[in-house]
């Protein structure tokens, strides 16, 4: 479905990525892992367009990604869910999902949706008329995967879903995407720095050091590498 | 005496807020600080006047074509200028549009001369006498506009769906552009709503204004401190620091000294800057 | 020989916009000039102008004049600019610059030089400065007051005015601070109370707390000096609170600008002003230049740009007179009288002496005129008065 060979981009002439690659299947859960630095946000936010790619080729559903700019991303398919959530934080949690309907026609389906994602997180219906930035991480976070997936994404780019959410939530947000994937069919990238959690249900997985991807296997393998443990992912 | 001075403040504030507005607007979504929008309605007048003077109608029939006009000006702007702005470095975005004003100031005069001009004969014009208060109905024609523009730009950007990806692109361009918001058409139309709110004042304000090509530089310092004391970025709170800069600058003047109300003016700008450096209704 | 007596004047041009209203002024001046040039160096019978009988000046042997120009848009440009027509172009004096400012830089080259100026800046600074080739014809600013305030006693003794309180406003410039101060002091001397003294700022928004204020203090004269934008907004104001005092007197600048009543059209009528010249006077000289101005431009001549090429007319006498084009000569005619033919003289002065001292023309006298169906109309000195004044002002809606 999405296709990175040897991807080469960074901020402002400086290669942040020095050829990175990894593939997604339809309906896989894949995952992209790495210290702090490694250059994991950077891939994502090149496939999305908000970095260009200084060479390498992005492919999805085999047409190439490169120079197609971030607003267009959407109505290919693809989603994604920024670090640090990126809500709109003077704006309902209402006009927040509405606004990750923007560039969707069909009214109806919008309602639909709207629903589906009250049904995932019923908080979100009962706090609709609150704004963003008044709200706690966790519940950042479920507007903000809410608000990618209305507009009915086939992928879903996940940046750090777990970052700065309180422990006993990051199992419900890790819940909640597995739910996404499995009941609406969502196709899904996730980058995390959280390994065991993600490595637990990935189906497929990729390390990312200095640039490059260095390692690849199922989730269940990668847990099982002692040396994938200690040398990239710093877990004891 | 005192309802008096209390409308006129009113009436003065209307046009500080709608100066403040744009201001308010352009510096939210795209960090540049409209120093040329003083001069936008100067452009305003000067194009109403001359519809004026080709076709003879009124400012406020004129006005639909004024604020269109000027809409496609501060496109044309956006576009030619402050687009390549945009991509320079911090300082020449912060002074492009202080050279702006300047050209329009003297472009206008190579144009149309230095001299004092005005829209003659009026549709509205008069005097209503409410008890101790006289209310000029060509005054009354600029607080309408005020109100009228004012309640349209909160319509429009709290109800439209063009509005809200402007105010989504204003909070966070780089998830505005991730939900599918072209982010560059946010800008652009946005500069071009700031000049037609401009078009809308220097319109309705040819009602009861003498200009010359240098009039809109006196009247940015009341627009940005208005946008100061507002906090920056919030049109509302741009709207309420104008009616309150109008409300200073009549009480000083007239129960004070005259001489008193820059200084008054300038004092409230520096005890804001001093203790509420994001105004009066930032976060 | 001939040739290198013939006498060069110049007129510097006049630029500056806040010492004068329309901005074509420069050509109106140089049209101005041209007719000066073909009275004085040409034999005209029927004319009643200065040397209008003679080919030339008759006291130079007949040698002719020229006005050469300069340009005077800042003062350091009116610097430059008197230097290259003294050493360059030779000329024997200087007149036509309005603003102070940029006199005062001329004056630098022609003290250095010893080359005499007669210009109209209007301020005091001038004729306190001690210079020694400098030559006022018309009032400065203490003058056109305390005609001002002379014009008033006159009201109260032949018209029963009963004019007792003034009001003051002005531009918070030095200009308007100078005028405001001599105002206050001559209102005493002649024993006006002024109820109110207000200064405005020249950049304003708006003049609303001020024409408030004048409101409140409702005074029988509200005196102003401002320039054409600041007066416009007054005007406007006045009408918009539904005031207007019983005379509303203002200190030339924008209220004898050609905007003023282009703009507000019969809103102009009732308002007061001190001036140099006006149309309507009535002489023959008037009459005359009036015409030929207005058949060469299309345009009315107004009192600044008269006074700009009379200066010069006034120079040429003066070196006629002497008989020499030297400085020194010229300054000491100008001291001792100029001899001018009042049938030809379209001021109507009673004579042109100028102070060894300062400078300032002895009989230098200001006339008063008023906006009568959006048209300035003389109504004193009696002598030139094509009008009867119109007092009190008609308030507003009762117009």
Same mark, same amino acid.
């Given at each position: ?20 690659? /990894? ?60 670090? &640090?959530?990126?809500?709109?934080? @003077? ?23 709207? *629903? ?58 890790? *819940? ?25 249900? +990935? ?10 991807? =260095? ?15 200690? =040398? ?5 | ?88 470095? =911090? ?81 966070? @361009? ?27 004042? #220097? ?32 049109? &509302? #709170?741009? /709207? ?44 | 020989?001939?040739?290198?007596? !013939? ?10 916009? +806040? ?64 230097? %290259?027509?003294?050493? *360059? ?63 008033? $006693? ?58 408030? %204020? ?13 320039? !054409? ?12 609170? &539904? ?8 200190? %030339? ?34 009459? *005359?230049?009036?015409? %030929? ?35 020194? +000569? ?6 001792? &009288?100029?001899?001018? $033919? ?5 001021? #109507? ?9 300062? #400078? ?40």
């Amino acid at each position: 479905m999405l296709v990175v060979k040897d991807l080469v981009s960074g901020y402002s002439k400086m290669p942040a990525i020095h050829g990175v690659s /990894f593939k997604v299947e339809k309906g896989q859960v894949v995952a992209i892992l790495g210290s702090n630095g490694a250059g994991k946000t950077t891939t994502l936010k090149t496939v999305m367009g908000v970095l260009p790619a200084m060479s390498g080729s992005i492919t999805y559903k085999g047409e190439s990604l490169i120079g197609v700019p971030s607003h267009k991303m959407v109505q290919k398919g693809l989603s994604m869910v920024p670090e &640090g959530r990126h809500l709109f934080p @003077k704006m309902s949690i209402y006009d927040n999902l509405m606004m990750g309907a923007y560039s969707v026609k069909d009214k109806g389906s919008i309602e639909k949706k709207l *629903e589906t994602i009250y049904e995932i997180f019923p908080i979100l219906a009962e706090r609709k008329a609150q704004l963003a930035g008044t709200m706690s991480g966790g519940e950042q976070q479920m507007v903000a995967i809410g608000r990618a997936l209305m507009c009915n994404p086939e992928l879903l780019i996940l940046d750090e879903p777990s970052l700065g959410i309180m422990p006993k939530l990051v199992d419900e947000i890790f *819940e909640f995407i597995k739910k996404i994937n499995k009941e609406m069919g969502v196709t899904i990238v996730i980058i995390e720095q959280n390994a065991e959690k993600t490595l637990a249900f +990935a189906d497929y997985a990729y390390v990312i050091s200095e640039g490059q991807t =260095v390692i690849e296997g199922t989730g269940e393998a990668l847990m099982k590498d002692d040396q994938v443990q200690k =040398v990239y992912l710093g877990m004891d | 005496m005192f309802l008096q001075v209390l409308y006129e403040g009113l009436t003065m504030g209307t046009i500080y807020a709608l100066l403040a507005m744009g201001i308010a607007l352009v510096w939210g979504v795209m960090n540049i600080l409209s120093f040329s929008q003083g001069e936008f309605m100067m452009v305003a007048m000067y194009i109403t006047f001359f519809i004026n003077l080709a076709t003879g109608w009124d400012p406020l029939a004129a006005m639909p074509i004024v604020i269109v006009t000027m809409f496609l000006f501060g496109i044309l702007i956006y576009r030619t200028i402050i687009a390549r702005a945009l991509k320079g470095p =911090v300082l020449s975005q912060r002074l492009v549009t202080f050279a702006l004003g300047m050209v329009l100031t003297n472009g206008m005069i190579l144009l149309a001369g230095g001299q004092t001009k005005s829209v003659p004969d009026k549709l509205i014009s008069g005097t209503i006498s409410l008890g101790s208060v006289a209310i000029s109905k060509e005054k009354m024609v600029l607080v309408v506009t005020s109100i009228v523009v004012t309640g349209l730009l909160f319509w429009f950007m709290n109800r439209t769906k063009m509005g809200k990806a402007i105010r989504a692109t204003s909070q966070d @361009k780089e998830a505005a552009g991730l939900v599918g918001i072209n982010t560059q058409t946010a800008y652009m139309i946005a500069f071009g709503i700031s000049a037609a709110i401009a078009g809308a004042g #220097g319109c309705a304000m040819t009602y009861s204004y003498y200009f010359m090509p240098n009039i809109g530089t006196n009247f940015m310092i009341f627009g940005f401190i208005a946008v100061c004391l507002g906090g920056f970025g919030s049109i &509302g #709170g741009a /709207f309420i620091g104008g009616m309150i800069m109008g409300i200073i600058d009549l009480f000083t003047g007239t129960y004070l000294s005259v001489s008193y109300k820059y200084m008054a003016v300038s004092v409230i700008f520096l005890l804001i800057v001093t203790f509420k450096p994001k105004g009066l209704f930032g976060r | 020989m001939k040739k290198l007596l !013939a006498v060069l004047l110049s007129v510097v041009m006049v630029l500056s916009l +806040a010492a004068c209203g329309g901005s074509d002024d420069k050509k109106e001046t140089k049209a101005l000039a041209a007719i000066f040039e073909d009275i004085v160096n040409n034999k005209h019978d029927d004319s009643s102008l200065p040397f209008a009988a003679d080919e030339g000046l008759p006291g130079l042997g007949g040698a002719k004049i020229e006005f050469v120009f300069g340009d005077q848009s800042t003062p350091e440009i009116a610097l430059s600019e008197a230097e %290259r027509l003294i050493t *360059e172009e030779g000329v024997i004096g200087i007149c036509g610059n309005f603003s102070s400012a940029t006199t005062k830089t001329t004056m630098v080259a022609a003290e250095k030089y010893g080359i005499p100026v007669i210009t109209e800046g209007t301020s005091m600074s001038l004729t306190d400065a001690g210079y020694e080739y400098y030559g006022r014809t018309l009032p400065g600013d203490d003058v056109f007051i305390d005609n001002t305030f002379a014009y008033l $006693d006159y009201l109260n003794e032949n018209k029963a005015a009963d004019i007792k309180t003034v009001c003051l406003i002005s531009e918070d410039s030095e200009f308007g601070a100078n005028i405001a101060k001599v105002e206050a002091e001559t209102a005493e001397k002649y024993g006006y109370e002024v109820v109110e003294n207000i200064a405005y700022n020249k950049d304003a928004t708006n003049v609303t707390s001020e024409v408030l %204020r004048a409101k409140q203090a409702d005074a029988d004269v509200v005196m102003m000096s401002s320039y !054409a934008a600041d007066s416009l907004l007054f005007m406007q104001e006045f009408k918009t609170q &539904g005031y207007f005092p019983k005379m509303l007197f203002g200190q %030339r600048g924008g209220f004898m600008a050609s905007d003023f009543a282009l703009n507000l059209k019969n809103d102009s009528d009732y308002v007061l002003t001190t001036s140099r010249w006006n149309s309507d006077i009535d002489n023959d000289a008037t009459r *005359e230049i009036t015409k %030929r101005f207005s058949d060469a431009m299309g345009v009315t001549l107004i009192g600044d740009t008269l006074i700009a090429g009379w200066d010069g007319i006034v120079l040429a006498a003066a070196a006629n007179q002497a008989g020499s084009t030297d400085g020194d +000569a010229i300054r000491a005619a100008m001291a001792e &009288g100029v001899q001018i $033919d009042p049938a030809t003289d379209p001021f #109507g002065l009673e004579g042109y002496k100028y102070k060894e001292k300062n #400078g300032q023309n002895e009989f230098g006298t200001a006339i008063i005129v008023q906006y009568m169906d959006s048209q300035l109309a003389t109504v004193y000195p009696e002598g030139s008065a094509s009008a009867e004044v119109q007092y009190p002002a008609k308030g507003w809606s009762e117009r």
